[in-house]
């Protein structure tokens, strides 16, 4: 298994560029997170899903969208940078039974200029 | 929203001494979950705790459920210089993530 993967590892953008940061996992997981990671804040969840076709809003959901299309992929648009969003990003899965304990990605640094 | 205390935010030690840190919320938690970073990775999962009072190993690193259920200690013990990373606590329900203890260990 390679467990939770996202590329890119690293990304700059411009203001108002948008992107998606991909994360997939081959562990048939039903729900799948992303958070940031910014320094001095810990990890804040931005959005979530518990299966294919839905997803719901964490606690920092503005100016991100995502879909889930398939168990396998979660990924995370930027539809339009803001330096605000220089973050570290982390995508997470679990079983929906012990969605408690996520396995994490290796992150995707991004810096919006 | 709901927020976790976590304290030290960051400890040097020796290594070979003892290593305790906590988690501290005003509201309740039903499960308590500890992590570990290593830089430039994603967070591990070290330890998970369901019950208040519970107390669990992993290795040199034991963590405790606290019987106010506010509450969570990870200790370790022994520390090596690969305990070297930042520590995070999370509470759950809703799953809200501490600040982080990093911890820096001298041979």
């Known amino acids: 298994n390679a467990g939770v993967t996202q590329t890119p590892k690293f990304q700059v953008l411009k203001t108002g560029q948008s992107m998606t940061l991909q994360c997939a996992q081959d562990m048939n997981h039903e729900y799948m997170s992303w958070y940031r990671q910014d320094p001095g804040m810990g990890l804040r969840l931005i959005h979530y899903?518990?299966?294919?076709?839905?997803?719901d809003q964490g606690e920092v959901p503005n100016g991100y969208n995502v879909s889930r299309s398939t168990t396998e992929d979660f990924p995370l648009r930027l539809l339009s940078a803001a330096p605000s969003q220089t973050s570290v990003y982390f995508c997470?899965?679990?079983?929906?039974?012990?969605?408690?304990?996520?396995?994490f990605g290796p992150g995707t640094r991004l810096t919006v200029l | 929203g709901q927020q976790l205390n976590q304290s030290p935010q960051s400890m040097f030690i020796q290594e070979g001494e003892d290593v305790s840190m906590n988690c501290t919320s005003s509201?309740?938690?039903?499960?308590w979950l500890w992590y570990k970073q290593d830089p430039g990775e994603g967070p591990v999962l070290l330890i998970a705790?369901?019950?208040?009072?519970e107390l669990t190993s992993n290795g040199r690193l034991t963590a405790q459920f606290g019987t106010t259920r506010k509450d969570s200690f990870l200790n370790i013990s022994a520390s090596i210089p690969s305990d070297v990373g930042i520590y995070f606590c999370a509470g759950r329900t809703p799953l809200v993530f501490g600040k982080g203890t990093r911890l820096s260990v001298i041979a």
């Open positions: 705790l369901y019950k208040a009072g």
């Open positions: 899903s518990v299966g294919a076709g839905i997803t």
């Open positions: 997470a899965s679990s079983y929906l039974s012990s969605y408690n304990e996520q396995f």
């Open positions: 509201s309740i938690f039903n499960t």
